[in-house]
């Protein structure tokens, strides 16, 4: 039987593809996205359509964080617009959601332990990205220390890693490396606005757009 | 203004032992009690008759495991019944519920993140306890870096530390501090089943009535 693993699914261009790759390595894939409140809830309705094409277990969980700190969360809070990726790598942004992905990798281990599964997959980036604490490798080397101390599979010898394939690529490979594997571009869901169509204007639509730009891929073909 | 921390508080008797001593420290104390579907819900009942006795800030969330893995989340597990302590610590039991306290001491990183806490604290016992992976002191820490590179604050030097004062304490020594610090035994919550009283039979209830036994106090009074 084929190993198993889970995938922390957004909706959006960097988790689909992770999950994409995922498949490609011929891993049996468990998709897992976090209904946080964030207020582009639009990404969900992206997983779940990508999920149901290709049949994969799907599990969204809705959880509160009551305490928001983030302008993912808050409305009243501005979303930056217009920034450089200079600008965005200088500081840590306000779309920063105190511990997500620290919870999202709890989830997505308990799940994993449950099932046996031998790795989690995460679409963290650390090249073309927003400055997030929780997309960089020491992060996520001291999380899979985690994994290994806190369960009952690791205390075994049965690790659960969690891969990050995508952690050094720029933007521009990854949307390569998605046409390569199929990704359905057009339904995947980057931006960070609650609208029915992309903003072009907060950080996750123009890291997107660069990406395109640079990969040489027109971008409006990719607007849902 | 004096310091705040996040205590993970579940109503039983070591996080409300570990929620008053962080009380007597001086700290001003945010509770935090996760709803995970626990068949032994009524613990939650305490947390709430004991937060809003204290006049703290106290956030119930709402979680869900829908894969479960555990006899604490499966009515159709079997609780082990009237154990030794030599045999409660010599495997992991089914009670165990896959990276619980690692989702636990996520939420509580999120929340202590947004309210500028010093610290997290947590009733994680590795004496008398049911041998618990992510109870155990190597695992705190590993999760102490994770708190660390995981947030804007730690990244910026302003750590969130993990306290767990009970960790090489005997459940003797917890009853009688509770009893030092004025802890109302009689309104906390130990037993793993869902009955209206605690069976007597389970580890937790075990554990408990051993720590009463061992301090000399009577274990009768503090039944609800």
Redesign the interface.
Known sequence: MSKSCVVLFSGGLDSTTTLYLAKKKGLRVYALTLDYGQLHRREIESARTIARRLGIPH?V?????????SALLDKSKQLPKNRSVREMNAE?PVT????????F???A???A???NASSVWIGANAVDYSGY??C?P??IS??E??FR????N??QGKTISIEVPLIRKTKADIVKLALSLGVPLDETWSCYRGGKKPCGTCDSCLLREKGFEEAGVSYAKTRT
């Open positions: 599990h969980l809705k959880i509160s964080l009551p305490w928001k700190g840590i920063y959601v105190p511990a997500r992905n620290t919870i990798l709890s989830f281990l308990s799940w332990e449950v099932i604490p929780d960089r020491d992060y001291a999380v220390k985690v101390l806190g369960t009952k690791g205390r």
